[in-house]
């Protein structure tokens, strides 16, 4: 068989352990373990799962190494033997898979809230207080938390380097082939080496080598435990970004120290914690485009011989092999990118690379629902992390399925009903496919969110059982004619426009209108609404040269967007001169082209615009819904025709779970 991508197939060896490729699951938190951090069924199934789609070593999520060091519910934990048996099972599944396994230690220090584990001790390198900035975890506004950290003693630091090297052996126990040590994500071995959190003036701090003092006797501890041959990798950083702390320069003697130390491998990503703002180094959204920091990498990984691992927004094989090729890293991990796809290395090893079900960089399932939820999916893959309960099957027996609208919901709709063996026929009234969500990848940098149609048209255009039909608005009595045996009615949603006098003036158009590209006369327009297609639409209209003014009935701008993206959008806002009024509510849009406004009780003229743009949210659309069953047949209505519009993850899941029930 032909070799695709012959360097990412290519066996390497991180000091005893050998693995069959150069792909590694990146750890992440999905919050799929059970409430006391032993592992879940629910969890050992989502690794296995990738570990069954070809990766040659499964890293897990945060393993914390002691109970003042746990940084959320439903993560893992290896601080006490009660935890092994968990991981064991884990070891196993992801053995008889074909992969390796590495068990990803931390303590979470600053990041340890208090608030996950009643009681807790917080402890850091410099103690002080501690304000999360703008983030939102579970409901709880951690922005309103303010949480004091202890100054960690000479025998705090002692004890946590040895629960360390406790976890380490307990790992080995276990069955893991190699640990790997979280110096990074703003962890409690990263605020040691970083002088941008580590202030002391002991021989814990002052200088370099007192801030890798600590990490350094970590490793030599879990060296201790663990014996000379079982591997110890380490994730580091190679920039906190700005303000201060690690940069490039300081990252090359960072690894060119712990190399000495003894690890076995590298591990490279970036960012400074939790803080939002530097969460774009850690989860690259799509904006940020493919491998932000290989380069930072590629410099570090010059200046060392062990085996570096890297890491970020490394989307597809083709990205993966270029850095391998270039020798900008001896292996490439991906964390959204599998769970997006957990067959992403079997498709590449085959050569079915146009198969790969990309991740977007939406960040809308790993991030968003795991903040609001407690656990991580995906809007790509509705299965992530529902691996033991959704499955395709094969229907019995197999049926006429009529789907109506194209968009991403009827697209599901029809790709699992056509994979379960149905006869399917897809009508979109448009002229392609997609629907509303072809204006989703119009905004400045957001490209890649083609990729939730592209791929599901291209998957429906290789079956046979499905009949794609464009430019078909379906009414009662073409349902009549058609006879289905099951009906789904995916229509999606519609511009919402308030009761606001002037809302139906010729200046007044929506945001759809804009992305759908419609254009605009006059250079100064107001933009009402400050949801995320607000910000995008102010932002995409500075873009090209307008002077916008983003009104806000709420007391911010962008809420429900997950902190990385908001991040970016206040950032690219404000690079831009876009005039953001927030606490102002619109009272009328005169003829003459003025604003008039509410801010504090008092009516005000904002000013006067060529132009206003609609961005109110959006209701359900569905002309079909006195439809009779008696022709149409078992009748589903699924997606934001269906549900209260949110966003494409909500009505792409409730498509893909319909469907699997027809």
């Known amino acids: 068989m032909q070799q695709h991508f012959p360097n990412l197939f290519e066996p390497i060896r991180i000091g005893s352990m050998e693995l069959k490729n150069r792909v590694a699951l990146a750890p992440m938190g999905t919050g799929l373990g059970n409430k006391d951090d ?88 410099s103690g002080g207080i501690f304000k999360p900035n703008q983030m939102r975890f579970k409901g709880m506004e951690l922005e309103k938390t303010t949480m004091i950290s202890n100054v960690m003693s000479h025998e705090d630091i002692q004890t946590v380097g040895d629960e360390f090297a406790a976890a380490a052996l307990r790992a080995k126990q276990a069955g893991a082939d190699a640990v790997e040590l979280n110096g990074a994500q703003g962890f409690l071995l990263q605020q040691f080496y970083s002088p941008y959190f580590n202030k002391r003036t002991d021989e814990y701090g002052g200088n370099f080598l007192g801030r890798m003092r600590f990490p350094l006797e970590v490793i030599q501890k879990v060296r201790s435990a663990v014996g000379e041959e079982f591997p110890i990798i380490f994730r580091m950083v190679a920039t906190e970004g700005e303000g201060g702390g690690i940069d490039v320069a300081d990252a090359v003697v960072i690894a060119q120290t712990l190399e000495e130390a003894g690890i076995d491998a590298l591990h490279i990503t970036a960012g400074r914690g939790i803080s939002p703002t530097y969460w774009s180094l850690m989860m690259p959204i799509a904006e940020e485009g493919p491998t932000p920091i290989i380069d930072h990498i590629s410099t570090i990984k010059s200046t060392v011989s062990v085996p570096v691992i890297g890491v970020q927004r490394i989307i597809d094989p083709e990205n993966a092999e270029d850095i391998l090729k270039n020798g900008k890293a001896d292996l490439v991990a991906l964390g959204r990118g599998l769970i997006a796809d957990p067959d992403w290395t079997n498709k590449a090893r085959e050569g079915r690379a146009d198969d790969i079900r990309k991740c977007i960089g939406c960040l809308q399932g790993c991030i968003g629902t795991q903040m609001t939820a407690g656990f991580a999916n995906c809007l790509q893959n509705p299965e992530a992390g529902r691996e033991t309960e959704m499955h395709i099957t094969q229907a019995a027996p197999s049926k006429r399925v009529l789907v109506i609208g194209g968009g991403p919901a009827g697209l599901e709709t029809a790709l699992i009903a056509a994979q379960r063996g149905h006869d399917v026929t897809l009508c979109e009234k448009g002229k392609k496919l997609g629907g509303q969500w072809n204006l989703a990848f119009v905004p400045p940098g957001k490209n890649d969110f083609r990729w939730v149609v592209d791929w599901r048209v291209d998957q429906i255009n290789k079956l046979n059982n499905v009949t794609v039909i464009t430019d078909c608005e379906v009414d009662q009595e073409m349902v009549n004619a058609f006879a289905p045996d099951v009906t789904v009615i995916a229509t999606g949603s519609i511009p919402l426009i308030p009761a606001i006098p002037g809302a139906q003036n010729d200046s007044v158009i929506t945001a759809h209108d804009i992305l759908g590209g419609k254009s605009i006369n006059g250079q100064t327009v107001a933009v009402i609404g400050g949801g995320a297609t607000g910000c995008e639409t102010a932002n995409a209209l500075a873009a090209e040269g307008k002077k916008v003014t983003l009104v806000e009935v709420l007391p911010d701008i962008g809420i429900g967007e997950v902190p990385a993206r908001k991040v970016w959008l206040m950032k690219s806002l404000a690079q831009q001169g876009v005039t953001i009024e927030t606490n102002t509510k619109v009272d009328e849009i005169a003829t003459s082209g003025e604003l008039f406004v509410v801010q504090e009780g008092q009516r005000k003229n904002l000013g006067e615009f060529d132009a206003f743009v609609m961005a109110t949210g959006v209701s359900s659309y569905n002309p079909l819904r006195g439809i009779s069953s008696d022709v149409a047949g078992k009748t589903y209505v699924v997606g934001d025709a269906y549900l209260m519009p949110t966003n494409g993850l909500d009505a792409l899941h409730h498509a893909s779970e319909i469907a699997r029930t027809i």
């Open 38 to 125: 032993t592992l879940s069924d629910r969890l050992i199934a989502f690794y296995t799962r990738i570990a069954q789609g070809g990766a040659g070593l499964i890293t897990t999520g945060v393993a914390a190494v002691s109970k003042n060091g746990t940084v959320g519910v439903g993560m893992n934990s290896l601080y006490d033997d009660k935890y092994i048996p968990g991981f064991t099972a884990l070891a196993e599944a992801v053995h008889a898979a074909g992969a390796k396994l590495s068990i990803h230690l931390m303590h979470g220090g600053l990041e340890a809230y208090p608030f996950f584990t009643k009681k807790k001790r917080l402890v850091s390198p």
